[in-house]
């Protein structure tokens, strides 16, 4: 692992020195795996081009997001910029261990998900494309090592290859169930998941940050300290998972939703309408929920994502329908 970081930090240093015109397209390709830009367009994808491989996209996201929190707090590696001042950060600065990149393996399982789906192969190639040079651009901008994008990319593609091998399976054995049960199951799995991450946090509380990993990363951004073993990732994706799964299993009981339906005005208006509603729910309640390192603060983080969910795939596409500005799928 020391050899590998040895040569990512050289590599970065020759990148960010001799390639800095680069910078700007590299900030771009990150800002493409950021949760900014997810929360951005996952919904748009749900309220006016597909409802079910929006929901698909969704819920992948949420799985990999939480799978890699456990591999972050297990590994607990470290950063480029926390390791040598003589790495730049290019980027915002993250809290949390390097080890595997989210961004890889996010833009592995969950660009490649939506790959799968497209049959032109030059689009299919676009998207391909895209999945690697958001991996690079995380070594570019000094916030990973080599080896954390290419155990984000590995880990992103089983991930996919088990989505694709177990969707077919779960459906055929949940489909039968009262839709009350298919929630209740999605919760305790929501749940399971958070508890498992906070366990894995637990077994690490002997492992001491060193202290130049902080004083770096302090001295590439002064304003804000890491915290690589916080618990607000985790809450995040478990909480989403199950507002996604469940406003799309109400949606389902509900008749459907024909995402493709509709004038221009008409998806205008839901993506507007929608957008207000992720940003009501996910900064409204952010700035009015207390944020404590309690159960209570740990139950409010899971509820506020919970509930973004549930509008993405649920509430506005039903407020939709009623406002005649959708109708039902077929």
């Known amino acids: 692992m020391r050899n590998l970081m040895d040569l990512s930090i050289q590599l970065i240093i020759f990148l960010q020195d001799n390639l800095s015109f680069l910078t700007p397209v590299m900030q771009f390709f990150t800002f493409l795996g950021n949760e900014e830009f997810y929360l951005g367009v996952m919904p748009i994808l749900v309220w006016s081009f597909d409802h079910t491989l929006g ?23 470290p950063r480029p910029y926390w390791v040598s001042r003589s790495v730049k950060l290019l980027t915002n600065p993250a809290e949390g261990f ?35 040079m958001i991996a690079f651009s995380r070594v570019f901008l000094g916030v990973h090592s080599i080896q954390d994008i290419l155990l984000g990319l590995v880990v992103g593609s089983i991930l996919l290859f088990a989505f694709f ?20 199951l999605i919760f305790a799995i929501s749940v399971t998941i958070a508890l498992l991450g906070f366990l ?4 690490q509380k002997n492992f001491q940050i060193p202290k130049d990993w902080v004083e770096n990363a302090l001295y590439a951004y002064p304003e804000e300290s890491i ?12 909480g989403a998972l199950f507002g996604l799964a469940a406003g799309g299993i109400w949606v389902q009981e509900k008749g459907g939703y024909a ?8 998806h205008l208006a839901r993506n507007v309408l929608g957008i207000a509603g992720v940003l009501l729910l996910w900064l409204g309640l952010g700035e009015i929920l207390p944020i404590s390192d309690n159960l209570i603060g740990y ?6 994502y919970a ?12 407020l939709f329908l009623r406002m005649k500005l959708a109708v039902e799928a077929e």
């Open 200 to 203: 894995i946090i637990n077994g």
């Open 55 to 77: 929901l698909r996209v969704g819920v992948m996201l949420m799985l990999s997001g939480s799978v890699n929190s456990f591999f972050k707090f297990a590994f607990h590696q």
């Open 299 to 304: 139950v409010l983080r899971f509820f506020r």
């Open 165 to 184: 091998r177990i969707e077919k399976l779960l459906e055929e054995q949940i489909t039968n169930l009262k839709p009350i049960t298919r929630i209740a």
């Open 259 to 266: 995402a493709k339906s509709g004038k221009l005005w008409q």
């Open 227 to 238: 915290d690589p073993f916080s618990a607000d990732g985790i809450l995040t994706t478990s």
């Open 98 to 132: 390097g080890l595997p990149s989210g961004h890889a393996q996010n833009a592995a399982s969950t660009f490649g998900l939506l790959a799968a789906g497209i049959k032109q192969k030059w689009l299919k190639g676009v998207v391909i494309f895209t999945i690697f």
């Open 307 to 318: 509930l973004v969910g549930v509008w993405v795939t649920g509430a506005a596409p039903l």
